[in-house]
Every structure is written in structure tokens, then in C-alpha cells.
């Protein structure tokens, strides 16, 4: 069966470090890849999406990128992180072909300080 | 593009009875899916029901059924027989492609 791992789970940072935040999937090849942000209380932001190594969609100018190195992981990242940075990041799969439920991982709280 | 509107921002269920968390989309995609998700306070966001655009029958899985309304575009969530761990954020998607637009979500709180 297909798993999701994200990590870390929670995650500290102060206003101008940089980020990395990783996430891979195991027991499928090729799958759409999803970056989610989550303010406090409100729905998923679509950060960046990919539909293999390589290829990154940008859904939301900022200051945050993507990359897809390998065929099952998937990395945000920032050069200098601000304070808007602060939420809950989520990664997701979904099958490459139809229309196909996404699957989450766990999520990482980031709080910039 | 796509839109979902969840006009719910909070709902109150007796345990044991049934509610009805609403739903209603915008879009011009002739394909399409609809989704439901559950997000716990732990956070992560657990996948529920799904319902494609030209399935003519309602999906069920369990206690979990999906009202769909494709004139009125509408996707309502059906919770049958509520339990404690129901309380939960759930959020309605809908989907063309590969792109998933989430609505703002509707907090339910089962009453013991």
C-alpha cells in the first residue's frame, strides 16, 4: 500500500533563516505531487504541484520554491523565511491519470519567530 | 476556475443522529470530481468520499454519504449515526485535472 512520510513535524525558525521541508511517498511511481499551506483556521492554499522529476508548478508568487529530485520526494524550501511563512504545511499524492482523491501526510507546524 | 463555498462555519450534532454539512461549487470544467476530507486537530487531512461528475448514483462509504445535486451544484456531506470522533474540520474540494480547490471548511461538534 501507498504511504506518505512528511517531516519534521514541528518546526521553529527565526525571520530570515532558510527552510526545508521534505516529504516522500512510498508504493506508487510517478505520482502528482502537492505543497498545501493552512492558515489558523481557514482551507489549503495550493503552494506548488508536480507531475514529475523535474517539473514544478508555482500556484502562488512568493517566496518559497520546489523541487522534485527524485521521482517519490518532494522539497519546499526558502532562501530567507518571513513572518507570513508561519502555517501548517501539508504534502499530498494522487495517481497521475483521472480525476484522483489526493492523499495527505501528517503535516509540518512551522512558526517563525 | 474553481470555487467551493462551505457556508457552515460551525455545527452542533447530538451524538447518535445524523448531520448535513454543506456544499455548493462553481465551475466550467464538464469533468470534475468532488471530494470530502476530515481534518482532526491532529491536523492531518483524511480523504472521505469522493463523487465524479457523471457518477448518476450518490457515493456512499459507511456512515458517510454525498447529497449530489448537479443542477443546484451541489455536494453535500451526509453523516449518519454521529460519533464523538466526527469532531472534526471537513472541508469540500473539487477538482479538474490534477488541481484540488478546497472550500473554507465547517467545524462539527457531536455532543455527547
Known amino acids: 500500500s501507498q504511504t506518505i512520510h512528511q517531516w519534521p513535524a514541528t518546526l521553529v525558525q527565526p525571520v530570515g533563516s532558510p527552510l526545508s521541508l521534505e516529504c516522500t511517498v512510498e508504493?506508487?511511481?510517478?505520482?502528482?505531487l502537492y505543497w498545501y499551506r493552512q492558515a489558523a483556521g481557514r482551507g489549503l492554499q495550493l503552494l506548488f504541484y508536480?507531475?514529475?522529476?523535474?517539473?514544478i508548478s508555482s500556484e502562488v508568487p512568493q517566496n518559497l520554491s520546489a523541487s522534485r529530485p527524485q521521482d517519490r520526494q518532494f522539497i519546499l524550501s526558502s532562501k530567507k523565511l518571513l513572518l507570513s511563512d508561519s502555517g501548517f504545511y501539508l504534502c499530498?499524492?494522487?495517481?497521475?491519470?483521472?480525476?484522483?482523491?489526493?492523499?495527505f501526510g501528517d503535516g509540518t507546524r512551522l512558526s517563525i519567530l | 476556475a474553481q470555487k467551493i463555498t462551505q457556508t457552515q462555519p460551525g455545527m452542533f450534532v447530538q451524538e447518535k443522529e445524523a448531520v448535513t454539512l454543506d456544499c455548493t461549487y462553481d465551475?466550467?470544467?464538464?469533468?470534475?470530481?468532488l471530494f470530502w476530507y476530515k481534518q482532526p486537530s491532529s491536523g492531518e487531512m483524511i480523504f472521505l468520499i469522493y463523487?465524479?461528475?457523471?457518477?448518476?448514483q450518490n457515493a456512499t462509504e459507511g456512515r458517510y454519504s454525498l447529497n449530489f445535486q448537479k443542477a443546484r451544484k451541489s455536494a453535500n456531506l451526509v453523516i449518519s449515526a454521529s460519533q464523538l470522533g466526527d469532531s472534526a474540520m471537513y472541508f469540500c474540494?473539487?477538482?479538474?485535472?490534477?488541481?484540488?480547490?478546497f472550500g473554507g471548511g465547517t467545524r462539527l461538534m457531536v455532543k455527547p
Open positions: 499530498a499524492w494522487s495517481e497521475g491519470q483521472g480525476v484522483e482523491p489526493q492523499h
Open positions: 508504493g506508487t511511481s510517478n505520482p502528482n
Open positions: 508536480s507531475v514529475g522529476i523535474g517539473q
Open positions: 465551475t466550467s470544467d464538464q469533468s470534475y470530481g
Open positions: 463523487q465524479g461528475s457523471y457518477d448518476e
Open positions: 474540494a473539487i477538482s479538474a485535472g490534477n488541481m484540488l480547490t
